[in-house]
């Protein structure tokens, strides 16, 4: 594979040999090692320009794989040896390019092939050979791959379409359809937001406010945050429209004691200081590393009166102080499928066996927390997750064990009514796929 550091000397053709050898190698990390893409993508030195093809190439791959990899199938002999597993992601790369991108196929072939440095004249012959013929047969080979099945069609694991199918009978193929179309940016504006769409419309910048969501601006094309007026100085968030919401529905007063229970990295956390600046918001979270992602956020922001815990929300014995929340959220762990538009590994990470698992970490953290509210006061329930396994069945199954627990999602002009709660689809009104369910603790007897 290419050298792993650019040179100086390095021609346009070499770099774009090692932005396919740096995809590979991100794309073989996510499907044979299981890990995260965001985790796995090496920009070491390269430009800007480089650096958004490498992530355009890995993302769009990995996005695409379950599709590509039915065509690679189709148009080899023999299946690649086992252990060829950085080739097998290569190919993909490369055929990616020509089935979803504009990049001109002999550029895409030659920047592929170019990539295989130091492999034998067999690997370079078969990658070329692969490459071209897809490029003269190529919509002929992806219709007969869209005609076998939906999931191929749309590349998705089998178990994640029939999960789709059962929880959204009329809508699954538009909710497979809009997790393969990566949104542009949401911000969430501090301050007035019609002052900043017109600032935004004075630097060049196209971008529209989202309809029930009130601070959300939807940005038209994607941009790196440094580029955004006013991001350094905290003016604005980089906030999906959907999770913007748990505020609204938390909807905080000064002078209440607020628990956000799962709180890294703090996006939500943030909003609910912005929402109530003189509420006492503690913020819990598990893994100690992502304590310091809350830090750096509320410091981005300006805002440092939270109290952080590094605690297991299932366990309050543990770090609670016995005084009652008037609010808490409950942003649970979940399976992200809402949320694949922008994370296409999930479809690779996730298996059909993690979702009961999550579905029973979820109903543990409404159990254990459901006490450490005041009477009168507010749970809501999160999760950007697509699955009425991980939303409406859990929420129901707690009903059902507390009657005492009244259903008190609002009606609105976002998702529709699932259960006891709400489920916002993704794409839909520009948002991520989201779930939450509001639930009110009865008032004390007189
Ligand atoms: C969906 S994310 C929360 C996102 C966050 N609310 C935000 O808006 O930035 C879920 C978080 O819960 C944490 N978590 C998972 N299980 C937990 C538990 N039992 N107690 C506390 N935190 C937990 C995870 O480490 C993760 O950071």
Not at 150 to 174: I, Q, S, T
Not at 334 to 354: A, Q
Request: glycine share 10%; charged share 25%; with cysteine.
């Amino acid at each position: 594979m290419a050298a792993r550091t650019r040179k100086a000397t390095q021609t346009g053709q070499e770099a774009g040999s090692e932005v396919r050898g740096r995809a590979s190698a991100a794309v073989s990390a996510v499907l044979h090692e299981g890990r995260r893409l965001e985790a796995a993508l090496d920009y070491e030195g390269l430009g800007q320009a480089d650096r958004a093809l490498l992530r355009e190439l890995a993302t769009g791959t990995v996005r695409w794989a379950v599709r590509l990899r039915a065509v690679l199938d189709d148009l080899l002999d023999r299946p690649l040896p086992r252990k060829e597993k950085r080739l097998e992601a290569l190919l993909l790369v490369g055929l990616h390019q020509l089935a979803h991108t504009g990049i001109p196929p002999y550029a895409a072939v030659s920047a592929t092939v170019g990539a295989l440095t130091g492999k034998q004249a067999w690997a370079r012959r078969l990658v070329n050979g692969v490459l071209r013929r897809f490029g003269r047969e190529r919509d002929d080979r992806l219709a007969a791959v869209d005609g076998r099945s939906p999931a191929l069609r749309h590349a998705y694991p089998d178990w994640l379409v029939e999960a789709l199918r059962g929880g959204y009978p009329d809508d699954w193929e538009a909710v497979l359809a809009a997790g393969n179309r990566p949104p542009a940016l949401t911000l969430r504006v501090r301050g007035d937001r019609s002052a900043y769409l017109e600032e935004l419309a004075a630097a060049g910048i196209p971008a529209t406010s989202l309809d029930g969501v009130p601070e959300a601006v939807a940005l038209e094309e994607f941009l790196p945050v440094g580029a955004l007026p006013g991001f350094a100085e905290g003016r604005v968030s980089v906030q999906d429209g959907a999770a913007q919401l748990a505020a609204e529905l938390v909807a905080p007063r000064s002078g209440e004691r607020v628990l956000d229970a799962c709180s890294a990295p703090g996006g939500k956390l943030a909003h609910l200081l912005d929402r109530a600046p003189g509420a006492e918001v503690v913020g819990v979270e598990a893994e100690g590393d992502r304590l310091a992602k809350i830090r750096q956020t509320l410091d981005r922001l300006g805002l440092g009166a939270a109290e952080l815990v590094h605690g297991d929300a299932t366990t309050p014995g543990a770090w609670w102080d016995g005084r009652p929340f008037d609010r808490i959220l409950v942003d649970a762990p979940c399976s992200g499928t809402g949320v694949i538009r922008r994370h296409p590994d999930i479809k690779h990470l996730r298996r059909p066996e993690d979702i009961p698992v999550l579905a029973g970490r979820q109903a543990a953290l409404l159990e254990a927390l459901w006490p450490l509210l005041r009477p009168g006061g507010r749970l809501v329930y999160a999760t950007c997750s697509v699955l009425p396994a991980e939303n409406r069945e859990v929420v129901a199954a707690f009903l059902d064990g507390h009657p005492e627990a009244r259903p008190a999602t609002p009606e609105a002009d976002w998702g529709r009514p699932d259960g006891p709660g709400r489920q916002i689809l993704p794409g839909e009104q520009g948002m991520d796929g989201f779930f939450y369910a509001c639930l009110d603790a009865p008032e004390e007897a007189a």
